[in-house]
């Protein structure tokens, strides 16, 4: 099954956050409502998410991935986990450790920056 990056975004979106609102995943892919309804439209006619309608607010469709979404998204990660060893595996001992180097910075400036938001938090108190 062939799919896009937003739409593999959105199933792993729902997948770490559960059941969402249209304007959820509009708020964080940056898309348009109607870029998400169409997306979402191709999702649920794939059977990889569903939409129901929210029982405390009927005016409010929470959308969920499926078992089938969730089974494609284990194929999608098992696929790319592939890609990177095969990848990884052409790499010279130079270039392998040019990586390394490359990962743990970008550990350590997430870290920093993680860092600085809970500071921002906590000074919003």
Do not use: P, W
Not at 36 to 52: A, F, M, P, S
């Amino acid at each position: 099954m062939k799919l896009s990056t937003t739409e593999a975004f959105i199933l792993q979106y729902l997948h770490n956050n559960g059941s969402q609102r249209g304007t959820d995943i509009v708020k964080v892919t940056g898309l348009t409502t109607s870029a998400i309804t169409q997306i979402c439209d191709k999702l649920v006619h794939e059977g990889l998410i569903e939409r129901n309608r929210s029982e405390t607010d009927r005016r409010y469709v929470n959308i969920t991935i499926t078992e089938k979404g969730m089974q494609v998204l284990k194929q999608l990660t098992d696929l790319s986990a592939e890609r990177i060893v095969e990848t990884v595996e052409r790499f010279t001992n130079e270039e392998t450790h040019e990586l390394l180097v490359a990962i743990r910075q970008l550990g350590e400036l997430i870290e920093y920056q993680r860092g600085d938001a809970m500071k921002a938090a906590r000074g919003n108190e």
